[in-house]
């Protein structure tokens, strides 16, 4: 374990106390599989860094570190937390579920939660003796199967980097954690089983943290939540299903965006009087696609409320390689001014 | 046993792509040539339900069409919200041992985070279908995930849950021996009993006694989930299943068609039979520049344009890797939703069929 620990000369009791402590912003990116989480992420990290409202750690849970690619970050793969290509004060990581779970484990033995000796011993010999624990073969393939440790640690990471964290070799706490969350159903999952964890448990380590893991994230003032959908009627209909979910846990409620808006069609002249029967076909089916889609909007709109509609990314084809085109106008809170 | 089974379909992609579509549009094809299919998705869209007659959720499979030469589609729209409960009151002859099981509360735990279960749900369905002997061929449309072939390994994902040999171990010899030595005894002696005692105390008794007594409780589901992986297994790696990738020509798209494909590979399928590249643009010649600004606008005209050099763009590319991740390859025209309907399915089966046998003569054999 390389990753630099802070240590706190008293060891804050971990229930109430981390959110006086902290004004660290937490932004929580999810939305069906392929809609563009991962450029909405990154574009978020952007524009907050253009803003200067740095430190900035962006977090790509379960994924690949494409988020962290389109930042231009030279190592997208790594479960350390690094600073990313030219941005400003920009760091990002990866996270998985068996390297969260031990940096977790480390992480509370470190602050003392399970015995104090442990919080006494270097960090060296206490991540040796994280690793005999969790190497045990048997230790091992009960965090495998073991039911809600997985998910807690995952959260237990990102909540840690928000209540704790500060950007490596500063004294800096994180200003944002942007998370680059699981699609739809996996986001909601690693909530759910957090809080099960707290439902179901009224003591022991584990489940303190989660309790303390879920109170951040109910608090609306830290905890911001970001659906990300497409203006077609899966995505969308996940899109709602998912925000009823959030706060059916009491989550604060989630702001949407929808990314690949198709552009307004203004003919000047009446697609009849067109002979090209194949690209007839085509440019009526562009119509379509456009009046279907604003249409499906302004439905969803209307159903969520305009408030809770931040962001109408317009569709540009290689967008992934192109956010600078959507960062300018971006909105990452409903009273940010800019336009949507 | 294995003999009996239908010949399996599996119909994957990325989320949105008209796999759907595709799965009955191919399920219509074939009835039409005297074959019964049964198609099973998990959430159609709401035109295409629709076009199929589809109302609502059910878990018996409805009729969509029959032909007099013996041909049928059937299609199953799995309602996956409740099945979860019937499925363990299924499993566990006793009523009342179900509902302990069903109570415990790590098992509510379980059902959280377990997102096999869908897919659990599904292949247990599938299996039932495929063993009824009532259809030649089952298409299933995966959910649209990265890992869609997880589905597979979904009944031994649950078994894992319940896998005595891990959490027996685990539980056995709680003896209190260890804590009276102070933590250099216990760290140099860091044998497998202290690092086991050192974790347990670290996720606390109540949450010890709960994992104890939910294994006793589960032992019926067991074997049941063990019988179920071991035919799907067998199901899937029959010589005559065919797997079928939808894509778009977008890179998104195509990049998750071509992990999947790596994943057909892992658990043994093999490559891709067909790949579907769905919505594609007239490929011969570019947008006409000035019709395009005139019949839709200037900033509609240029998205279009752009969209159309991307597409060629990926296709062009798409020739270098096919090898790898197809044996065939063909390519379907947008279509209006609003013009869906079966009929048009039906059309856009037979295309599919006679685009794809005549790059593959093997396309389609019932033979095992």
């Given at each position: 374990m390389t990753e630099s620990i802070p240590r706190q000369e008293s060891t804050?009791?971990?229930?109430?106390?981390?959110?006086e402590m902290s004004d660290t912003k937490l932004h929580f990116i999810t939305g069906k599989g392929g809609v563009g989480k991962s450029t909405l992420a990154a574009a978020f990290v952007r524009k907050l860094s253009d803003l200067n409202e740095g430190p900035i750690l962006l977090i790509d849970i379960q994924g690949t570190g494409h988020c962290l690619s389109l930042l231009g970050a030279h190592d997208t793969k790594s479960f350390e937390i690094k600073p990313i290509g030219e941005l400003n004060h920009v760091w990002g990581c990866r996270i998985m579920p068996r390297p969260a779970f031990r940096q977790y484990f480390n992480l509370l033995l470190a602050m003392g939660q399970h015995d104090s000796t442990f919080a006494q011993l270097t960090s060296g010999l206490r991540s040796k003796f994280v690793d005999a624990v969790l190497d045990n073969k048997v230790v091992s393939a009960f965090v495998d199967v073991c039911p809600g440790l997985e998910p807690a640690a995952l959260l237990g990471k990102v909540h840690f980097e928000c209540t704790e964290g500060f950007a490596p070799e500063t004294e800096h706490r994180w200003k944002h954690v942007v998370v680059d969350a699981p699609s739809t159903g996996h986001s909601l999952m690693l909530f759910k089983s957090t809080q099960a964890l707290v439902d179901v448990f009224g003591s022991g380590i584990v489940f303190?943290?989660?309790?303390?893991?879920?109170?951040?994230?109910?608090?609306?003032?830290?905890?911001?939540?970001?659906i990300v959908s497409l203006p077609e009627e899966l995505p969308l209909r996940e899109a709602k299903d998912l925000s009823e979910g959030l706060e059916s846990l009491n989550l604060p409620s989630p702001h949407f965006s929808i990314n690949r808006v198709p552009p307004k069609v203004r003919p000047q002249e009446d697609i009849q009087n067109y002979t090209n029967a194949t690209w007839k076909n085509i440019f009526q089916l562009a119509i379509e696609k456009s009046e279907h889609e604003t249409a499906l909007i302004s439905n969803f709109t209307e159903e969520v409320g305009t408030s809770r509609l931040l962001n109408l990314v317009k569709e540009i084809p290689d967008l992934p390689q192109n956010i600078s085109m959507i960062v300018e106008n971006l909105r990452i809170f409903p009273t940010n001014g800019g336009k949507a | 046993m294995t003999s009996s089974r239908s010949q399996l379909i599996l119909v994957l992609g990325a989320g949105g792509v008209g796999k759907t579509s595709c799965s009955a549009s191919i399920g219509l094809g074939l009835a039409e040539k005297g074959l019964k299919c049964v198609v099973i998705t998990i959430d159609p869209a709401k035109r295409l339900a629709q076009a199929l007659g589809l109302e609502s959720l059910s878990n018996e499979a409805q009729k969509i069409v029959s032909h007099e030469n013996g041909g049928l589609m059937d299609a199953l729209w799995l309602d996956n919200?409740?099945?979860?409960?019937?499925?363990?009151?299924?499993?566990?002859?006793?009523?009342?041992?179900?509902?302990?099981?069903?109570?415990?509360?790590?098992?509510?735990?379980?059902?959280?985070q377990l997102g096999g279960i869908e897919e659990y749900l599904a292949v247990d369905k599938l299996l039932t279908l495929g063993s009824s002997g009532k259809y030649d061929v089952c298409i299933l449309d995966t959910p649209p995930s990265r890992h869609a072939l997880d589905f597979i390994e979904s009944p031994e994902h649950l078994l894992k849950f319940f896998d005595e040999s891990v959490l027996k171990l685990f539980l056995k010899d709680d003896s209190d021996e260890t804590q009276k030595k102070n933590l250099w005894e216990r760290f140099f002696t860091s044998t497998k009993q202290q690092t086991?005692?050192?974790?347990k105390k670290f996720l606390g008794k109540g949450f010890m006694g709960e994992l104890s007594s939910l294994l006793t409780q589960s032992r019926p589901v067991h074997d049941s989930l063990r019988e179920t992986a071991q035919g799907v297994k067998e199901w899937v790696r029959q010589k005559n299943t065919k797997s079928i990738l939808v894509s778009l020509p977008e890179d998104y798209p195509l990049a998750e068609a071509h992990l999947l494909s790596s994943e057909l590979r892992a658990h043994e399928i093999g490559k891709a039979n067909l790949l579907i590249m769905n919505r594609v643009l007239p490929e011969a010649s570019t947008p006409p520049y000035e019709e395009c600004i005139k019949y839709l606008g200037q900033e509609a005209a240029i998205?279009?344009?752009?969209?159309?050099?991307?597409?060629?763009?990926?296709?062009e590319g798409l020739e270098k890797i096919l090898p790898q991740i197809a044996a065939a390859k063909i390519h379907l025209p947008p279509f209006s939703h609003s013009k869906m309907d079966l009929n048009l399915l039906r059309n856009l089966g037979k295309e599919i069929l006679e685009k794809w046998q005549s790059q593959d003569q093997t396309y389609f054999s019932t033979n095992s």
């Open positions: 804050p009791r971990s229930n109430s106390i981390e959110i303190k943290q989660a309790r303390s893991i879920m109170s951040f994230m109910k608090d609306a003032k830290l905890a911001n939540f970001h | 919200k409740s099945a979860f409960r019937e499925l363990i009151y299924r499993k566990i002859s006793t009523p009342k041992l179900a509902e302990t099981i069903l109570e415990n509360r790590l098992f509510k735990i379980i059902q959280e086991l005692e050192i974790f998205n279009l344009i752009a969209k159309h050099d991307s597409q060629q763009r990926v296709i």
